[in-house]
């Protein structure tokens, strides 16, 4: 059965495997263990299965999306959109008033799951990315 769970130790083994591949600056394992217990920091399970995972900072009243990230065979089922609906209703629940995130140019993937939420480039830093790439800033205003 699917769920979302907060960030616990069982996860990490797994959550610090698809952040390395996955993310182009990847969290480390210690950073990533550093989140456990953190209620922003969460996972999407299928029984002792980690399907992906997803964090948020807060900053006053915006939130700040760290990552966002699902196992490379559970890909285009879905599942990122489970675990962004699960981030922004938390989000709101502290009180966001809107979310940020950055992305990079050629996420094309990212970058469609960001505006079927509604999330808008609004800025661009050049040469964010060890490869070159540049990175977009995005906002989502409304919640
Ligand atoms: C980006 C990522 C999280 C999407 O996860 P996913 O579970 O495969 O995505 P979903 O199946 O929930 O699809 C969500 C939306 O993403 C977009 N999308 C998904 N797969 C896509 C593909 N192959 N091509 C283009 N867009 C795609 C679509 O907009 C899709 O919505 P739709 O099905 O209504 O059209 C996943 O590809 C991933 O982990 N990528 C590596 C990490 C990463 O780039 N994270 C974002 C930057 S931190």
Not at 6 to 25: G, P
Not at 73 to 96: C, D, N, P, W
Not at 105 to 119: G, M, Q
């Amino acid at each position: 059965m699917l769920k979302t769970e907060t960030l616990s130790k069982k996860h990490l083994n797994a959550v610090a495997d698809i952040e390395a591949y996955s993310i182009i600056c990847p969290w480390s394992y210690a950073q990533i263990k550093k989140c456990v217990g953190d209620k922003n920091f969460i996972v999407l399970t299928d029984g002792d299965i980690v399907l992906g995972y997803g964090s948020f900072y807060m900053t006053a009243d915006e939130a700040n999306l760290n990552n966002i990230a699902v196992k490379k065979e559970e890909r285009g089922k879905g599942y990122s959109k489970i675990i962004m609906e699960r981030l922004l209703a938390l989000a709101k629940a502290q009180g966001a008033v809107a979310v940020t995130l950055e992305v990079e140019s050629k996420n094309a993937v990212a970058l469609n799951l960001y505006r079927s939420f509604d999330f808008k480039g609004e800025g661009e830093r050049k040469n964010y990315y060890p490869d070159g790439d540049s990175a977009i800033i995005m906002w989502k205003r409304s919640l």
